[in-house]
DNA sequence: AAAAACCCTGTAGTCGCTACAGGGTCAAGG
DNA sequence: CCTTGACCCTGTAGCGACTACAGGGTTTTT
């Protein structure tokens, strides 16, 4: 099948098939006479492998590492546990900081009355409050040291 | 102050000041004779204001937003309030889906009894028979239907 | 004086896509 | 047969929020 065959049947963009390809995730299909890929079966289960891992929210590295680990029958599960671990991790970590930030934004939006303006707002009172030296609602000591090191917001593929 | 010790005191990169600067959000500075940018304490402050509402994972959009609100003592106090409200949205999806992401990746870590090898992981087997069409442990059928729409790792800022 | 640290502008890269630009191929309809 | 629209190709660029150079100038430290 072609490309836009495949996008359908897995639910992806051709864009991103061939993106996937380009990152070595999916094997180059053979070639038609007009130059078009021809797909088989077997990416198209390829295709849904990765598109599984991805909804599982690990990073195309990662993913690439369980398609060698799939290739190695004598590799070890234990590389396969280690890999849904680290992600495990990943995720429980952003669950602990998007909790504590819900937990300051629900402190924050309470200071806003929604008839004042600007110039009384309780929101930006504190925000700028905050920016200068005082202490804030919104961040207990303790989380306000740590969100010096902001990580972005890119969570879980954080460079640093 | 030149620029490393702003980025000193905010706990900030070089870097990112300046792209800070271009993205419009923290004003220019004046220079010195060897053209070096020279920061007064309201440039800290400013600076801190940004990382403050960068620690609520506020896009730079957004920030600038309410900046323009900051400088505008008649806008209304509710437009801030949608801000945060808008953010608060944002927060609780992100931690739905990761709620859900957890529980999936523990009901395949399940699946790991460490001592095996790859050809017979059940982690494996489990991604390798979804990517075949079979129900999967990891995701409920609502679930797998929604995971068709993946959105990528960004969350907050997904174009779509 | 030399070396190291700091500064400048401009460019490129990360991650996972997504969207063109410019051009070729195929299939349906007039 | 011709036209049009859909599909395909490669290559490039862009998104958000940074981060890391390259190449060169300035200041501070050794």
């Known amino acids: 099948m072609r490309i836009g065959e495949l996008g359908a049947a897995a639910g992806v963009e051709v864009e991103t098939i061939r993106y996937y390809e380009k990152r070595g995730l999916l094997p180059e ?32 590295d990662d993913i690439g590492r369980l398609l060698e680990l799939t290739a190695h029958p004598e590799a070890e599960c234990r590389d ?15 669950l ?3 909790h504590a930030l819900e937990r300051q934004l629900q402190f924050l939006r309470a200071r806003c009355s929604s008839r004042e303006q600007t110039g009384n707002c309780g929101i930006l009172h504190e925000l700028i ?14 989380e306000k040291a740590k969100s010096r090191r902001i990580c972005g917001s890119t969570g879980f593929y954080c460079k640093r």
Chains 1, 2 share one sequence.
Do not use: K, W
């Open 129 to 142: 409050a905050a920016s200068q030296g005082e202490p804030c609602v919104c961040h207990s000591t303790e």
């Open 29 to 60: 299909p053979g070639r038609g006479a007009n130059g078009y890929r021809m797909y088989a079966q077997t990416h198209l289960e390829r295709l849904a492998f990765i598109r599984h891992c991805r909804a599982l929210d690990m990073s195309l």
């Open 80 to 94: 396969v546990g280690r890999l849904i671990d680290g992600q495990l991790i990943r995720v429980r970590e952003r």
């Open 96 to 98: 602990n900081s998007l």
